[in-house]
Nanobody, 117 residues
Framework: QVQLVESGGGLVQPGGSLRLSCEAPGSIVNINSMGWYRQAPGKQRELVAV???????NYADSVKGRFTISRNNAKNTVALQMNSLKPEDTAVYYC???????????WGQGTQVTVSS
């Protein structure tokens, strides 16, 4: 199963910033939407932000005004700029790509984001 490749997680203090990046291999074509999900311990995976091929975005209410999603269609990449991080943002973050005509979405392996003093 082809996976997306994520980078950029880590440990940051409350109020700090992190930038997550994700790249889809060149073998994946016709990507429609790309997005980021997260899963905290003991909780279900939830949508954080999604961006369409045309650049339309949608954010979870909990991150609006703090997180910004962007993508580069030519490079098959998506990024998540996270500012004003809070302890409740601590989770494993997963990159997602929905491909036209594919059986299911593609996922990354996950990257840990920990917000703690």
């Amino acid at each position: 199963q082809v996976q997306l490749v994520e980078s950029g997680g880590g440990l940051v203090q409350p109020g700090g910033s992190l930038r997550l990046s994700c790249e889809a291999p060149g073998s994946i074509v016709n990507i429609n939407s790309m997005g980021w999900y997260r899963q905290a311990p003991g909780k279900q995976r939830e949508l954080v932000a999604v961006i369409s091929r045309g650049g339309n975005t949608n954010y979870a209410d909990s991150v609006k005004g703090r997180f910004t999603i962007s993508r580069n269609n030519a490079k098959n990449t998506v990024a998540l700029q996270m500012n004003s991080l809070k302890p409740e943002d601590t989770a494993v973050y997963y990159c997602n790509a929905v491909v036209i005509g594919a059986r299911g979405p593609y996922w990354g392996q996950g990257t840990q984001v920990t917000v703690s003093s």
